[in-house]
T-cell receptor
Framework: GAVVSQHPSRVICKSGTSVKIECRSLDFQATTMFWYRQFPKQSLMLMATSNEGSKATYEQGVEKDKFLINHASLTLSTLTVTSAHPEDSSFYIC??????????FGSGTRLTVV | QQQVKQSPQSLIVQKGGISIINCAYENTAFDYFPWYQQFPGKGPALLIAIRPDVSEKKEGRFTISFNKSAKQFSLHIMDSQPGDSATYFCAALSKTSYDKVIFGPGTSLSVIP
């Protein structure tokens, strides 16, 4: 149980375009979902926390207008990178929890902006 | 205070040997300490976790040792195998921190034949 599906696994987009990444909890209802960014050989950096039906809470230094998060249902959260630039290229990972201590991570999305 | 320190940054262990990764924290409000294993190009996966009311937890070849007074905990991988080669992250969280998982910087483990 507790499977989180993230899609797409890889995406290449042109500079200036927007990209949407989906995160789905397949077998449980996620009260809270998290979005992380990870640079090569570095740890996961929390970008934002989202609760179903509420506005996401962004970490300090994360541009909310660039990284749009929507958590429309208890099983789906999306991260849209707007007007992407090469510096937005990174590995994006979502995580979901139904409460308690169980946190399940998606398999990540490799974004390359050219 | 939210930081979790982790060492070493990288580790090379012979097959069959013991891999040891150490972590330390400052925030006494942390009350759950998971370890995650991450392979290249994949998301992290929970390996084993411990609560501070327990000094040791063992699951197969993986053991967490926890020292509450020193605010330190460690992961021991017994009989290390090449398939264990991955990046390991210790983490900490508390229910008073909006459910945020605070990750350590990670340890890259290479198990050589």
């Amino acid at each position: 149980g507790a499977v989180v599906s993230q899609h797409p696994s890889r995406v290449i987009c042109k500079s200036g375009t927007s990209v949407k990444i989906e995160c789905r909890s397949l077998d449980f209802q996620a009260t809270t979902m998290f979005w992380y960014r990870q640079f090569p050989k570095q740890s996961l950096m929390l970008m934002a926390t989202s609760n179903e039906g509420s506005k996401a809470t962004y970490e300090q230094g994360v541009e909310k207008d660039k990284f749009l998060i929507n958590h429309a249902s208890l099983t789906l959260s999306t991260l849209t990178v707007t007007s992407a630039h090469p510096e937005d290229s990174s590995f994006y990972i979502c995580s979901a929890t139904r409460g308690g201590w169980g946190y399940t991570f998606g398999s990540g999305t490799r974004l390359t902006v050219v | 205070q939210q930081q979790v320190k982790q060492s070493p940054q990288s580790l090379i262990v012979q097959k069959g040997g013991i891999s040891i990764i150490n972590c330390a924290y400052e925030n006494t409000a942390f009350d759950y300490f998971p370890w995650y294993q991450q392979f290249p190009g994949k998301g992290p996966a929970l390996l084993i976790a411990i609560r501070p009311d327990v000094s040791e937890k063992k699951e197969g070849r993986f053991t967490i040792s926890f020292n509450k007074s020193a605010k330190q905990f460690s992961l021991h991988i017994m009989d290390s195998q090449p398939g264990d080669s991955a990046t390991y992250f210790c983490a900490a969280l508390s229910k008073t921190s909006y459910d945020k998982v605070i990750f350590g910087p990670g340890t890259s483990l290479s198990v050589i034949p």
